[in-house]
Nanobody, 122 residues
């Protein structure tokens, strides 16, 4: 199993970033996926999750209406569109694979990517 994130960078407040997670080594369509983040001095926390088909999604309260999680099962890729970014969104963002086709329980991730840094600053 390999998960490789990309798309992080430095952006001004109010700007946008699109993160990608390229998956390989397993049947992507069979698994729910999630985005997590870890800010300096804090624990890693869920940002958003999506079930195997993309029909069901979850967002943590602080990103609702600003972030959108999606997936392309044909190309085994997970996305996170982040709009209206705030300095509090600064973190390392990780892609995670759930052990089944549903994302509940939210913490039940069995594989992680290496992370991509997103920094929101003027």
């Amino acid at each position: 199993v390999q998960l490789v994130e990309s798309g992080g960078g430095l952006v001004q407040p109010g700007g946008s970033l699109r993160l990608s997670c390229s998956a390989s080594g397993f049947p992507f369509i069979n698994y729910a996926m999630g985005w997590f983040r870890q800010a300096p001095g804090k624990e890693r926390a869920i940002v958003a999750a999506i079930n195997w088909s993309g029909a069901s999604t979850y967002y943590t309260e602080s990103v609702k209406g600003r972030f959108t999680i999606s997936r392309d099962n044909t190309h085994s890729t997970l996305y996170l569109q982040m709009n209206q970014l705030k300095p509090d969104d600064t973190a390392i963002y990780y892609c995670g694979r759930y052990w089944r086709d549903s994302y509940y329980p939210l913490s039940e991730v069995d594989y992680w990517g290496q992370g991509t840094q997103a920094t929101v600053s003027s």
